[in-house]
């Protein structure tokens, strides 16, 4: 199962970060680049489910 890691820049707009196939190892990325950055992350899923929103 493909799960995308996605970004929101300061427009709004929802940018691919990268690619994983291990959710937990996709929530880890997610939420350690989420605190480092500063910006909303989520995990999409291959058929566009959101699985997860990360805050940071």
Known sequence: ???FV???DQF???RQYT?????R????????????TG???RLVSYD???LDLVEP
């Open 19 to 23: 690619t994983k196939q291990n959710e």
């Open 39 to 41: 910006k909303r992350h």
């Open 12 to 14: 709004g707009h929802w």
């Open 48 to 50: 566009g489910q959101l």
């Open 25 to 36: 190892d996709a929530f880890r990325v997610a939420s350690n680049r989420a605190s480092s």
């Open 1 to 3: 199962m493909k799960i």
């Open 6 to 8: 996605q970004y929101q």
